[in-house]
Structure formats: structure tokens, C-alpha cells
């Protein structure tokens, strides 16, 4: 029998694509949405998510809080909306980078160095992301939402340590193991950066990295 937290994770999984007006919707809509989207974030990362309210992020729109009604379900699945935007923008920022890659070898050193330069490059996406979830849901629907983030990138890691080990560049060793290792240590300098980034010598733990890395994925 599924756990509370599992069903909420499946419940968060089928409704995570879009809030219920996306589906079908024309470029004019579409552009409308991502309109509300940044100035979400932009007002997120300035107030908080608690602080904002759909009116002053209507006035900044220049549009009244019934298109946003439209486009969303409320405050709640504006805030969950600009969490999945926020997330898609960062896999495709390292997706990007990390497919100009060959080996798989290459393509695990990359996806290290450009997560954590996207964060270097976008604090504010991290703080809105940790500001948003703490502040509305369950626990357990909070936990699916992270769940779903973690899983990406674990999915995503995964596959790119499978390939290294079939084209040859990645010796032997536990696939499920390092990509948790390597997304658990993405994770912490992501926050350390985003939070603390005068603390982080991020040059120094990228290099760092790659030799643990290359140490233990050397065939």
C-alpha cells in the first residue's frame, strides 16, 4: 500500500506540467503566461512569495487579476508554477552544455561544473525556489514537489554514468551510488553559492571535484 507521501508524489507528477488553462493554449496565451511567470519571480525574489500579492503582480503586468485567474488556479499554483519554471530553465541551461559533450566521462564533469555556474549565474532562482516551497502545501506535498526535482536530476545523472560505462569511458562502479553522491554534493555548493557565495572558492571546487570524480570513474 503506497505511503501518504507516495500518493502525493503521484498526485504532484500528473499535475506538474501545467496549471489547467495551458493545455491547447495559443502563442498569445502562452506569451501571457510567461509574462506572469517572470514577473512572479522577479517579485518573489524581491518580496517573498508570502509578501506578494496577485494584484501587485498583475499592476506590474500592466494586465488585472482576472487574467491571472485565467492562466492559474490561484496563488498556490502560480507559486508551484514558477518552481517547475524555475527547475526547467536549470536542466535546460545544463542540458544545453552537457550535450556538447562526447564521452559520457565528459558529459558527467560537465554536468557538474554547469549546474553549479548556473546557480553562480542565477542566485535569485535557488532563493525563489526555497522561499516558494517553504511556504505553502503539506509536508507531504512539499516533499513530492522536491521529489520530483530530485528525481530529474537523478534521472538525468543516471543515464549519463549508463552511457559513460557503455561507450567505455566510465569504469566499473555502482551507477545508482555516484549519482546520488554527485547530486547530493551539487545540491549543498548550490545552496552554499546561492546563500553564501563570498564563502565559496567555486573555481577551486569545480577542480577539486573533477579529480574525486576522475578518481573513482577512471576505467
Not at 528525481?151 to 560505462?165: A, M, N
Request: aromatic share 6%; glycine share 10%; with cysteine.
Amino acid at each position: 500500500m503506497a505511503s501518504p507521501r507516495q500518493k502525493s508524489r503521484t498526485r504532484y507528477a500528473k499535475s506538474r506540467g501545467t496549471g489547467t488553462r495551458q493545455k491547447g493554449a495559443t502563442f498569445i496565451e502562452e506569451a501571457r503566461r510567461k509574462q506572469i511567470l517572470d514577473a512572479s519571480v522577479a517579485l518573489f525574489s524581491k518580496s517573498g512569495f508570502d509578501r506578494t500579492s496577485l494584484a501587485e503582480i498583475a499592476d506590474l503586468v500592466g494586465i488585472s487579476k482576472g487574467v491571472i485567474s485565467y492562466h492559474f488556479d490561484g496563488k498556490r499554483d502560480l507559486g508551484e508554477e514558477v518552481i517547475r519554471h524555475g527547475i526547467r530553465q536549470f536542466g535546460h541551461y545544463v542540458q544545453d552544455r552537457v550535450s556538447k559533450q562526447g564521452s559520457g566521462k565528459l558529459k558527467l564533469l560537465e554536468f557538474v561544473s554547469a549546474s553549479l555556474d548556473y546557480i553562480q549565474e542565477h542566485p535569485d532562482s535557488y532563493l525563489v525556489y526555497t522561499d516558494t516551497l517553504r511556504c505553502f502545501g503539506t509536508r507531504e506535498e512539499k516533499g513530492a514537489m522536491v521529489a520530483w526535482a530530485n528525481e530529474r536530476t537523478r534521472d538525468v545523472l543516471t543515464q549519463i554514468i549508463k552511457d559513460g560505462q557503455s561507450d567505455g569511458s566510465i569504469g566499473k562502479v555502482s551507477v545508482a551510488n555516484l549519482a546520488n553522491i554527485v547530486q547530493g554534493v551539487i545540491d549543498g555548493l548550490m545552496e552554499q553559492v546561492a546563500v553564501q557565495p563570498e564563502a565559496v572558492d567555486l573555481a577551486g571546487c569545480k577542480r577539486l571535484i573533477r579529480k574525486m570524480l576522475l578518481s573513482v570513474i577512471e576505467v
